[in-house]
């Protein structure tokens, strides 16, 4: 495997490479502190990476959604967009982070804890249209508050799969796969913390 993209998170955003789309909500913020990711709002948000990922690569990065005091802590909702891009003449990066805008998008989702953390889908949005391709409603595959999740995505020749701590939670033969797109890490109302994202090419 070869490391393409990493980040720490150690400085703050930079905006030409980290595009936010937000909720118009007041109590919503996105940032960076302590070598992580914070967001921690109380609509819906997204924050996409501006690289285009193409070929068979796999993302990886850790991620906790934290129940504590806060005005926004709510256990639900740890979710991610990939492989998504844009049939449209909106384009990428302008939407209002509410989730329906993104209804038009070509894209594979994954909501974690989904919600109030009631049930776990993966869709693959294409067209108009976003079936559930695979879901879970018992507590294996539901969130833990404050856990430090191992969160890794693998594309690999026409199959997509997501993993939780090393186990499988969806896999997917995409008959007609996605080919390129943005990942963007996803969620609403909630706070989570982000740390340690790489991607890597894969090379046989």
Sequence with gaps: MELIFESDFSKKLDPGLWKVEMDSTPNSQVYT??????????????????????????????????????????????????????????????RSGKFESYDNMHLYYVGFGGNYNETTRFRKYYQGEKPVLGEYITEPYLLKANH?????????????????????????????????????????????????LKIRKLID
């Design 148 to 196: 430090d999740y191992q969160i890794k995505t693998i594309v690999r020749a026409g199959e997509v799969s997501f993993w939780v701590d090393d186990k499988l939670f969806f896999e997917y033969d995409d008959p007609s796969p996605l080919q390129a797109g943005y990942f963007g890490f996803r969620s609403t109302w909630s706070r989570h913390q982000i740390s340690n």
């Design 33 to 94: 502190n302590a070598g992580k990711l914070i967001m921690d709002t109380e609509g819906g948000v997204t924050v996409w990476l501006d690289k285009k990922l193409e070929g068979d690569y796999e993302i990886t990065y850790n991620r906790r959604v934290v129940l504590d005091s806060g005005r926004n802590d709510r256990l639900s909702d740890l979710n991610q967009f990939w492989a998504a891009s844009d049939p449209t003449d909106i384009g990428m990066f302008h």
